[in-house]
């Protein structure tokens, strides 16, 4: 059959055909105006999220919060979606386009996932000339990722009674393991997973409930709470040798945030703290973990910076907050050139500060410096820091000192610059030590998480509650920070306490943080420990 016997008739009729011609035209015409309309549409959003994204990393005065602005890109970019989808059901080398895209962009599946092979073969095997067996002599593979949504099941604990037929009386049976809720319901498995669904993922109980409850599970917020709670005391000891760990460390740094708190005797909130100590040696190869530790306070006095580090007598990272700096007498203080930089980047995105400018300038180099020497050992970081960074940090303050004279006192420059002398022994002394860093953002990034939590919920009910959320954020930041699964971390932990772990052993449960490696297999597998 040729080419010319599948094409559809023409009616010979020339009003017939010029009709249909006429109507081909409307429809391509209608087709090309969607199109472009299409296209317009796409323009128009991927304007406004360029405009976004320059809201993200643009001027701070700019910038919008941060739950907004990921709102906003996630909306704009489903919208994009869907016009896509819309335009590649309206032609198929659209669609064809945007899978080529997609597949060039997508990256590789972990490889640790599970592979489920399904062989898609032709609907005949045979073949189609001379109806013979067809052999395979390739294949083409395509991964998708699938999931599977979360399964509960019920454990079953049956102890047989065993009796002697022999010997009258003789009962055997097993002792009932040891529970995290005694007579509750969960697996230390369940418990981790609420846990880290609260202070993790920063899932309100009460939408976990309802989560639940879509499964059938009619579980109470009360319920979940009181698991966390018994779960908060089980690792009390794993959080005590924690802060052990981190208050032997050479190097600290601390800094601390608002926390919403319940004032219960009042009906109202109130604010609470978040005080946190950090460590992180890999800047400088050290061998050190990365760790975070938190503790809760009702205030921002200078008792709750000495409870924090009672006992510690390395060198604390900080900024220039005076509850830290009354701890100068007790340890040493090296000050953070982030603040620095940020009382004078406000002064000078007008652009009519010449002196703020030349400040940033000047710390600019000092921060391109340090990006050389990021994750080299001490060795090489003090000889360059000492070569280059030091005669930088001179000339800027001798320079500053100049400039401070010639400014009306109160302006807001010399108020910047005053900070800046004013710190100044504290912000060389990183120049003197390889270990050190150039600011305090170690600290700044491990507090971070704890913003979503101010959003999504009241972080805490009281003080008590603080607390409780300081314990468990501990160890759930820190599992982060060393790219640890807090869920599994946090069931093998439980499991193990609840077995009866020893406390002679407690430096094996602790995330890799302590000089002893760690004995706990994250991916589930438990060894025998008693009391």
Not at 191 to 201: G, I, K, N, T
Not at 342 to 370: H, N, S
Request: with cysteine; aromatic share 6%.
């Amino acid at each position: 059959m040729g080419a010319a016997d599948t094409m559809p008739s023409l009616p010979e009729d020339p009003a017939a055909l010029r009709a249909l011609l006429l109507a081909t035209l409307e429809q391509r015409d209608a087709a090309m105006a969607e199109r472009d309309a299409l296209a317009a549409r796409n323009e128009q959003l991927h304007h406004l999220l360029m405009k976004l994204k320059r809201r993200q990393f643009g001027q701070k005065s700019e910038r919008l919060p941060d739950d907004q602005l990921l709102f906003a890109f996630e909306e704009i970019e489903a919208t994009l979606g869907a016009s896509e989808a819309e335009a590649g059901q309206r032609s198929k080398g659209l669609k064809e386009q945007h899978a080529k895209r997609r597949r060039g962009n997508r990256g590789q599946l972990p490889a640790h996932l599970p592979r489920i092979e399904q062989v898609v073969l032709p609907e005949r095997e045979t073949c189609p000339c001379c109806d013979g067996l067809l052999v395979e002599i390739g294949a083409d593979s395509a991964e998708r990722l699938d999931v599977l949504p979360a399964r509960f099941r019920v454990l079953v604990t049956r102890r047989p009674k065993l009796a002697c037929r022999a010997c009258p009386g003789v009962v055997l049976q097993a002792p009932a393991p040891e529970r995290l809720v005694p007579g509750g319901l969960p697996t230390e498995a369940t418990v981790a997973q609420v846990l880290v669904a609260r202070y993790a993922d920063h899932l309100p109980l009460y939408r976990q409930a309802q989560m639940l409850a879509r499964q059938g599970l009619t579980l109470g917020r009360e319920v979940l709470a009181d698991w966390l709670g018994t779960a908060a005391q089980e690792i009390r000891p794993v959080v005590r040798r924690l802060r052990e760990i981190l208050l032997a460390s050479p190097r600290l740094f601390a800094d601390e945030t608002t926390l919403p708190v319940l004032d219960p005797g009042r009906g109202k909130v109130k604010k609470g703290y978040a005080w946190a100590s950090a460590r992180d040696g890999r800047p400088w190869g050290g061998t050190n973990r990365p760790a975070v530790m938190f503790r809760y306070a009702p205030g921002r006095g200078q008792e709750h910076a000495r409870a924090l580090l009672a006992g510690y007598r390395g060198i604390v990272q900080c900024d220039g907050y005076a509850a830290y700096k009354a701890l100068a007498g007790d340890v040493p203080l090296a000050f953070c050139w982030a603040h620095v930089r940020r009382g004078f980047f406000d002064l000078a995105k007008g652009g009519a500060a010449p002196i703020a400018t030349e400040v940033l300038q000047r710390i600019a180099a000092l921060y391109a410096v340090e990006a050389g020497i990021r994750g080299r050992p001490i060795e090489e970081r003090l000889p360059v820091r000492q070569a280059c960074s030091q005669p930088l940090v001179a000339e800027l303050l001798t320079w500053l000192d100049a400039q401070l004279g010639r400014l009306s006192r109160s302006s807001p420059r010399a108020e910047a610059i005053r900070y800046t002398l004013n710190h100044r022994k504290g912000l060389e002394r990183f120049l003197d030590d390889g270990r050190m860093e150039v600011d305090n953002k170690t600290v700044e990034r491990a507090i971070r998480p704890i913003f979503l939590s101010r959003k999504n919920a009241l972080v805490a009910s009281g003080d008590d509650s603080g607390a409780r959320w300081a314990a468990v954020a501990s160890l759930v930041e820190t599992c982060k920070l060393n790219c640890v699964d807090p869920q599994r971390y946090s069931t093998d932990l439980l499991t193990r306490l609840v077995s009866g772990w020893p406390n002679s052993r407690i430096d094996e449960l602790m995330i890799s943080v302590s000089p002893t490696p760690p004995a706990a297999d994250l991916a589930g597998n438990s060894r025998g420990g008693g009391r």
